[in-house]
Structure formats: C-alpha cells, structure tokens
C-alpha cells in the first residue's frame, strides 16, 4: 500500500471447515478464492485456500456458495487501508477498482461500467452529506453509534464444476399457435419462468400470452444441474432461444418453399407471419395441412472457462416423430 490507499500487493489465506467430512466444501473455498479481490485489482497477489476436517458436523453450502466469504475478506482490508491513511473508504474502493485489468486467475475485467455505477449512486443517495451526519451524530452519541458503506461487488456466475454449466429445454409450437415450454430450472420466485417465457414469444414475434411454462419434470427434460450459481436463466433462457430459434427458421424454411418467398423478408411479430405480399396470423399459418410433424433433440451446454468470461455452446440434434404436437423442438 502507498500513501493514498493505493492497493499494492496481498497475500490472503482462506480456511474452510469442513466438518467431518468434505461435502461441498471443496468447491466453495474456491468460490471463496476467486471473490477474495472482489471487485480491486491488485498488482501482485497470492492466494492460498485451506480445507480443514474437523470435529464438527459437516458443513455444506447455502447462498452464495462462499462468495460472500471472499467479498467480505477485501471490503475488510479495504476499510483498514482506509481507516490506516484517514480517507472515506469509499474513495479507496474508488482508486481500486478493476479498469482493464485481469484478476489474479487471468480474467479481464473491464471495470467502467462499475466505476460509473458506484459514482452515480455516490450522488443519488446522497452518501457524502450522510456520512457527514452520521460522523456529527456519532460523536456526541452516548451509547449507539450509527454506519453508512456503500460497496461494489464482482460476483461470478456459474459453476466451478463446469459439467454443471448446461441445460435443455423442450419446445411445442401448436397448431392454435399456442406454445408450451418445458426447461430444466426451478421456479422459486425468483421469476425464471416469466423470463424463459418472454424470450421465448421475443424469439418467435408472439405475445406473452402464448407462451405457457409447464411445471419442471425430468420425464420431460432430464439430467437437470441445479437452480444455482446466479444461472438459471442463463442457461435455461439460452436453450429456451435456441430452440426457438430453430423452430422458427424451420418455419422459414417452409415458407420460402411453399411461397416462393425470400427468407429476409419474413417477419415475426405482433402474432403474426408477414412478408411483403401476405400477412398471415400464426395459428392459420400453422394449420397448413403440407406441415410435416417432426421433432428435435437440442442439448445447449454452456461452459465457462475456470480463466473467466469465454463461454462455449454445443449442440447435437436427433430427430424423431412427435404426433402431439405440430413443431417440436428438444
């Protein structure tokens, strides 16, 4: 550290116990490493995790899978720096933050954003005159004593067992022009269906109502990976458009056939089919009796690299014959 509260270097340890037995503890000291910066770059850093087995029972995860753990490591030292050179700590955390640089495990981070993130809510929360207050308050204050911070945080998303960063999602468009999706993520209130559906009908140019999300069932799609690490509409939602995605160039395909129209100017919204000699409503559209019923496999994998931010999609398809509905993607 210099004088300012310019962050230099630091050498951080990260003991995790696990009880009697490792359980999960494993994944989540490295959560706990990776967040150890949280949202600062230093220069020169070390990290080394501990897993310790001890006489307890054992410990397993719950929210936030050690990232909080971590956070807090670097908010604590970054309050000390600041309490060490007299300054706010929001103006260290300031002169810290990530601005294209990459953290100690390689990942680039570009940082803008975040910097114009924390000065405006600086001013729209009006932190300085506040913390004014509260520093007159706590010093005639006999007994309790008031706090204002105001912290960023870098948290990553997915899993740190990359097998687990995938999804599936299984696609019916019917002949009414309904369509019905089932996907591998847990509603909780956290709104995943409403997410999943609204891509859907944006993929497809339908209003949300058309959309219905079924109840999630591993009859329907199986092997599911949990409703966790801040990704369940990433994935989902990813495979949701995908399938979509592809149902609806199947449409095009059709109608570049059947009506000797030019694919690019086919347009989907508004619950209708157009293009520059017909505007066609979908459930008609999809009544044509020269429809084929078929189906498809679509596996969407998304795997994040331990380095960072490079995100990989696969796919493999299998074809097979549906006779419930009239398109159907999986």
């Given at each position: 550290m210099i004088t300012k509260g310019k962050l230099l270097a630091a050498d951080i340890e990260v003991h995790g116990d696990c009880g009697c037995s490792?359980?999960?503890?494993?994944?989540?000291?490295?959560?706990?490493?990776?967040?150890?910066?949280?949202?600062?770059?230093?220069?020169?850093?070390?990290?080394?995790g501990e897993r310790w087995k001890t006489h307890k029972v054992s410990?397993?995860?719950f929210r936030g899978f050690g990232g909080p753990q971590g956070v807090i490591t670097a908010e604590a030292l970054i309050d000390d720096v600041a309490r060490a050179v007299n300054r706010d700590p929001l103006d260290v955390?300031?002169?810290?933050?990530?601005?294209?640089?990459?953290?100690?495990?390689?990942?680039p981070v570009k940082g803008?954003?975040?910097?114009?993130?924390?000065?405006?809510?600086?001013?729209s929360s009006d932190y300085d005159n506040?913390?004014?207050?509260?520093?007159?308050?706590?010093?005639?204050?006999?007994?309790?004593?008031?706090?204002?911070?105001?912290?960023?945080?870098?948290?990553g998303i997915s899993f740190t067992a990359t097998h687990l960063n995938q999804a599936g999602v299984l696609v019916h468009i019917?002949?009414?022009?309904?369509?019905?999706?089932?996907?591998?993520?847990?509603?909780?209130?956290?709104?995943?269906?409403?997410?999943?559906?609204?891509?859907?009908?944006a993929v497809l140019g339908v209003s949300l109502e058309r959309v219905k999300m079924s109840s999630t069932r591993t009859d329907k799609v199986p092997n599911t990976s949990p409703t966790a690490a801040s990704s369940g509409t990433d994935l989902n939602g990813m495979a949701a458009k995908n399938a979509a995605i592809e149902l609806r160039q199947r449409l095009i395909d059709h109608l570049v056939v059947k009506e000797g129209v030019e694919a690019e100017s086919l347009v989907f919204a508004e619950d209708k089919v157009s293009w520059p000699e017909e505007r066609s409503h979908l459930p008609r559209l999809l009544r044509q009796p020269t429809w084929s019923v078929f189906s498809s496999r679509l596996l969407v994998s998304i795997k994040r690299q331990r380095s960072g931010t490079t995100i990989k999609q696969h796919q493999a398809i299998h074809f097979s014959i549906s006779p419930m509905a009239l398109l159907v993607l999986r």
């Open positions: 490792p359980d999960l503890s494993d994944a989540i000291v490295d959560r706990a490493m990776f967040h150890a910066d949280n949202a600062y770059h230093f220069p020169a850093m070390t990290i080394l410990n397993t995860a955390r300031m002169d810290n933050l990530y601005l294209d640089e990459k953290t100690v495990y390689g990942q803008e954003l975040l910097r114009r993130l924390v000065a405006k809510l600086r001013i506040r913390r004014k207050a509260i520093a007159e308050y706590n010093s005639k204050a006999p007994r309790f004593l008031k706090g204002l911070a105001l912290t960023p945080v870098k948290f019917y002949t009414d022009g309904s369509i019905l999706v089932s996907q591998a993520g847990t509603e909780m209130g956290q709104g995943l269906y409403t997410k999943v559906a609204q891509i859907v009908a």
